[in-house]
């Protein structure tokens, strides 16, 4: 890991987007899996505020998943709560 900036070339990537203060922005991912833990420290960030238009949920119980970071809650069974982690996991 001590070599993955000069493998990916990450330097020239960030010099791109006007720097790494840049990386990222504007960016969105979606995860489809188990759920996600909105709770979970890497999804706290009191400084982002969702895009315009969102957030979005599959149900109004699946509302108070979301922040300024977890822009969708969607669930095809109930709730986008994650129950087992693997979700929370894979979307960090």
């Known amino acids: 890991m001590d070599r993955v900036v000069e493998i990916l070339r ?17 960016l969105k991912i979606g995860v489809i899996d188990t759920g996600i833990d909105e709770t979970h420290q890497a999804f706290r960030d009191a400084t ?12 109004e119980t699946n509302l108070p998943l979301t922040s300024g970071k977890i822009i969708v809650a969607r669930s095809y069974q109930g709730t986008a709560r994650d129950c087992n982690g693997h979700g929370t996991g894979v979307a960090m």
């Not at 990450?10 to 504007?26: I, K, P, S």
């Open 48 to 59: 982002l505020t969702a895009p315009e238009g969102f957030p979005r949920v599959s149900s």
């Open 10 to 26: 990450l330097n020239e990537a960030w010099e791109r987007v006007g720097g790494v203060a840049n990386a990222g922005a504007g």
